[in-house]
């Protein structure tokens, strides 16, 4: 269930996920504007349509609230750092809190945690090769259990084994490129299991979590050891 957000927002061993509306009023866009660095307003002009242009305002403003809320700082003094494949961290003395995030149209999720974390966001969108993008980026068992399903219900299932991968490999730091090595395992109670990753034996101390923020999405949060959700709705 997304709930309002606590006043006293306090990071343990559990996660906190958010879900945003990327699309906000005008006056919102110009607060979160004002709390972006100098690079991120560089980047941000660099979009050629003004949808995208105003929504990546829009997510990098709230991210850098939302941390700011966890941190005690204002949003425009957070200083980020970026590994070789691009994925953002914190840098200084923050670095104990992490952070990953996702968007897909209009809606954003943001993932913080006090462990490597990562998570996808996809909208559901008509796939008419859907098995045969499954066949050639998911494994052989991965691709039967699509396969098998009735064809009401292959879009979704590929999309909901998708975000599973592709959140674990953000949390890892792997990326895209290692899609091919990760399988996953889909239960009927909506529940999800890691049970191969290629390039590391310790996929068992991993939790990864489905989500549904919204019925036309699918997401899913994957974090280094057990883990207890709780899911805050974003309002500035």
């Known amino acids: 269930m997304w709930l ?23 006056s919102c866009q110009t607060q979160l504007a ?13 979009f050629h349509f ?17 941390l700011g809320r966890y941190l005690g700082k204002e949003p425009r003094e957070l200083e980020f750092c970026y590994s070789d494949r691009g994925k953002p961290s914190l840098g ?43 066949q050639r980026f998911f494994s052989p ?7 098998a399903l009735p064809p009401d219900q292959k879009q979704k299932a590929f999309f909901q084994l998708w975000t599973c991968k592709e959140a674990y490999l953000k949390a890892t730091g792997e990326g895209l490129a290692g899609l091919g090595q990760v399988e996953v395992s889909l239960t009927s109670g909506g529940a999800a299991r890691l049970i191969a990753d290629n ?19 699918a997401a899913a949060v994957a ?3 057990q883990s207890q959700l709780s899911c805050w709705h974003f309002r500035i």
């Open 92 to 134: 200084g003395p923050h670095t104990s809190v992490c952070f990953n995030l996702s968007h897909s149209q209009s809606l954003a999720l943001y993932a913080i945690a006090r462990r490597p974390i990562g998570i996808d966001l996809e909208y559901i969108r008509p796939l008419d090769d859907a098995l045969k993008l499954a």
């Open 34 to 46: 004002a709390t972006l660095s100098t690079d991120e307003q560089a980047r941000a002009q660099r």
């Open 4 to 26: 309002p957000a606590a006043e006293n927002l306090v990071l343990s061993q559990d996660v906190h996920i958010w879900r945003a509306d990327l699309d906000q009023p005008e």
């Open 50 to 66: 003004d949808v995208h242009r105003q929504r990546f305002i829009v997510g990098r403003g709230i991210l850098r609230n939302i």
């Open 199 to 217: 390039k590391s034996q310790e996929q068992n101390c991993w939790f990864l979590q489905p989500l549904t923020p919204d019925p036309n999405y």
């Open 223 to 225: 974090v280094e050891g």
């Open 141 to 147: 068992r991965e691709y039967a259990f699509i396969a």
